[in-house]
T-cell receptor, first 111, second 116 residues
Framework: RKEVEQDPGPFNVPEGATVAFNCTYS??????FFWYRQDCRKEPKLLMS???SGNEDGRFTAQLNRASQYISLLIRDSKLSDSATYLC????????????FGTGTRLLVSP | DTEVTQTPKHLVMGMTNKKSLKCEQH?????MYWYKQKAKKPPELMFV???????INESVPSRFSPECPNSSLLNLHLHALQPEDSALYLC???????????????FGEGSWLTVV
């Protein structure tokens, strides 16, 4: 089983749609969780951290279910500029930071 | 704009060449990282430096040699690479090297390496 698994997509949605991405991780001792966004031929950029209580940043909502080892990202009112690859990232509990990336889910928002 | 600066942005090298990738950050971060990203794949961790000491080496072949001259600089020395080593090499930094809450990792724009 992969350490971090995501549906690779692509997800094709119209502007204004709501879209949800899911992610599962294998190491129950993992400490912290993130969603990164990566545009084509660019570096990954932190979108948001994911907290146990769930957290929201504008149109983006992240949720964590530790019991199920499941992370989600919800994007409301999709914009064209949201088109990118969304990477689920888990910080493995090794003492030192070891970010493990999922394969990413590609989102295409069309007019 | 990222505060982690990588040079060069693009590098083409032969299999017998010796070259280096450079990374610099001035955020006072004490942990720095090298990641490798192949096309259509996620980034994969290569090395972690914490307080200028190598903390993690993910079984990377010795043809990749990291160096951390000081807390702001991280180099990756390349020698006798293979065409399959062609990839985007990403440098990153964080305030600390431990998996503490809020210890965000910031990436540079990467160096595109082509081995011919």
């Amino acid at each position: 089983r992969k350490e971090v698994e995501q549906d690779p997509g692509p997800f094709n949605v119209p502007e204004g749609a709501t879209v949800a991405f899911n992610c599962t991780y294998s190491n129950s001792a993992s400490q912290s969780f993130f969603w990164y966004r990566q545009d084509c031929r660019k570096e990954p950029k932190l979108l948001m951290s994911v907290y146990s209580s769930g957290n929201e940043d504008g149109r983006f909502t992240a949720q964590l279910n530790r019991a199920s080892q499941y992370i989600s990202l919800l994007i409301r009112d999709s914009k064209l500029s949201d088109s990118a690859t969304y990477l689920c990232v888990v910080n493995m509990n090794t003492g030192f930071q070891k970010l493990v990336f999922g394969t990413g889910t590609r989102l295409l928002v069309s007019p | 704009d990222t505060e982690v600066t990588q040079t060069p942005k693009h590098l083409v090298m032969g299999m017998t060449n010796k070259k280096s990738l450079k990374c610099e950050q001035h955020m006072g971060h004490r942990a720095m990282y090298w990641y490798k990203q192949k096309a259509k794949k996620p980034p994969e961790l290569m090395f972690v430096y914490s307080y200028e000491k190598l903390s993690i080496n993910e079984s990377v072949p010795s043809r990749f040699s990291p160096e951390c001259p000081n807390s702001s600089l991280l180099n990756l020395h390349l020698h006798a690479l293979q065409p399959e080593d062609s990839a985007l090499y990403l440098c990153a930094s964080s305030r600390q090297g431990t998996a503490a809450s809020g210890n965000t990792i910031y990436f540079g724009e990467g160096s595109w390496l082509t081995v011919v």
